[in-house]
Nanobody, 120 residues
């Protein structure tokens, strides 16, 4: 059984910063990639940032230069440092992990989501 536990959301003023964390708990799994997605009301869930086990990183164009994704493999944890936040960053942020249990095929797992609100 794998569970993704997120933390770090909240309310912040425009221009402020937040740091999100997501830890994968359980055992007997191999993580191939971890990342963050977000979904604002009335929109589709979109990729924010992704980091692979080989440390390749992708960012959405809208967050490049403002957000930084990092990963602690020993802790099975991924972080998202969000700086220079804008009101349009307001959304529920979801952690995602692409991982395999034992010798199984990899599949996607999702966290419960954490609200990020950027408002004055």
């Amino acid at each position: 059984q794998v569970q993704l536990v997120e933390s770090g959301g909240g309310l912040v003023q425009p221009g402020g910063s937040l740091r999100l964390s997501c830890a994968a708990s359980g055992s007997g799994f191999s993580i191939y990639a971890m990342g963050w997605y977000r979904q604002a009301p009335g929109t589709q869930r979109e990729l924010v940032a992704l980091i692979t086990s080989g440390s390749s990183i992708n960012y959405a164009d809208s967050v490049k230069g403002r957000f930084t994704i990092s990963r602690d493999n020993a802790k099975n944890t991924v972080y998202l440092q969000m700086n220079s936040l804008k009101p349009e960053d307001t959304a529920v942020y979801y952690c995602n992990a692409n991982l395999a249990l034992g010798f199984g095929l990899p599949r996607n797992y999702w966290g419960q989501g954490t609200q990020v609100t950027v408002s004055s």
